[in-house]
C-alpha cells in the first residue's frame, strides 16, 4: 500500500500564479485534511474534509480552495500564489468514524512550496 | 478557539541524556495524540491518550496525560540519535470531528 500519496514533491510559483497540489490516498479512508508547516508554528490545518461531498474550513483557509473529488482524492489550489503561501504542505487522511476519539493522521510526504 | 502550547520549542541533549516536552491545552481535551517528524520527513503517529492520568510506554518513550486532561508530556529516556527530530502534541480542534490542533512542536537534536 502507498499510504497518502502527494504530487508535486517541490513547486516553485511566482507571485500571481495558480497551481493545484494533488493529493490520493488509498487506505478507504473517510477524512482527509491539508495542513501547511512553517518554523516554529507547527502544523496548521487550511481546509479538512470529514467526508466524500464535504469540506470545511480549518485555521488558515483564505487564499486556498479545495476539492473532495472523490472517497480518495482530496485536492489543494492556490488561486494567485502569494509570498505568504511560502511553506511545506502536508495532506493526511484518518478513517473518520463517529464513535471513536479522533482518529490518528496519516501523512503523505508533503510538497515544499516556493511563492517568489 | 482551542489552543495547544508545547514547550520547549528547541532541547539538545548528549546522547544518553534524558527529554521531556511538554503540551498544555487552554481547554479540557477528550483525547491527545503524539506524532514525530524526523529531519526531512513526515508526521508519524506514535500515539493517543484518552483517559485522565493516562500513563503509556513505547521502550524509552513513556506518554503522560494530565489528571484534568489539559496537559500531557513525552519522556523519553537515554536518548539516541535516532531520536532526533520534531515531537508534535495534538489535540482535537473544536467540536467539529476529525480536526486536531498541533502544538508548535520541540526540535530534538542529540549530539553523539
Known amino acids: 500500500n502507498a499510504g497518502v500519496t502527494q504530487t508535486p514533491k517541490f513547486q516553485v510559483l511566482k507571485t500571481g500564479q495558480s497551481m493545484t497540489l494533488q493529493c490520493a490516498q488509498d487506505m478507504n479512508h473517510n477524512s482527509m485534511y491539508w495542513y501547511r508547516q512553517d518554523p516554529g508554528m507547527g502544523l496548521r490545518l487550511i481546509y479538512y474534509s470529514a467526508s466524500e461531498g464535504t469540506t470545511d474550513k480549518g485555521e488558515v483557509p483564505n487564499g486556498y480552495n479545495v476539492s473532495r473529488l472523490n472517497k480518495r482524492e482530496f485536492s489543494l489550489r492556490l488561486e494567485s500564489a502569494a509570498p505568504s503561501q511560502t511553506s511545506v504542505y502536508f495532506c493526511?487522511?484518518?478513517?473518520?468514524?463517529?464513535?471513536?476519539?479522533?482518529?490518528?493522521?496519516?501523512f503523505g510526504s508533503g510538497t515544499q512550496l516556493s511563492v517568489l | 478557539g482551542q489552543q495547544v502550547m508545547q514547550i520547549p520549542q528547541y532541547q539538545h541533549v548528549q546522547e544518553g541524556e534524558d527529554f521531556t516536552t511538554y503540551c498544555n491545552s487552554s481547554t479540557t481535551l477528550s483525547n491527545i495524540q503524539w506524532y514525530k517528524q524526523r529531519p526531512g520527513g513526515h508526521p508519524v503517529f506514535l500515539i493517543q491518550l484518552v483517559k485522565s492520568g493516562e500513563v503509556k510506554k513505547q521502550k524509552r518513550l513513556t506518554f503522560q496525560f494530565g489528571e484534568a486532561k489539559k496537559n500531557s508530556s513525552l519522556h523519553i529516556t537515554a536518548t539516541q540519535t535516532t531520536d532526533v527530530g520534531t515531537y508534535f502534541c495534538?489535540?482535537?480542534?473544536?467540536?467539529?470531528?476529525?480536526?486536531?490542533?498541533f502544538g508548535q512542536g520541540t526540535i530534538l537534536t542529540v549530539h553523539p
Open positions: 493526511a487522511s484518518s478513517r473518520g468514524r463517529d464513535s471513536f476519539p479522533n482518529e490518528k493522521l496519516f
Open positions: 495534538a489535540g482535537p480542534g473544536g467540536t467539529s470531528y476529525g480536526k486536531l490542533t
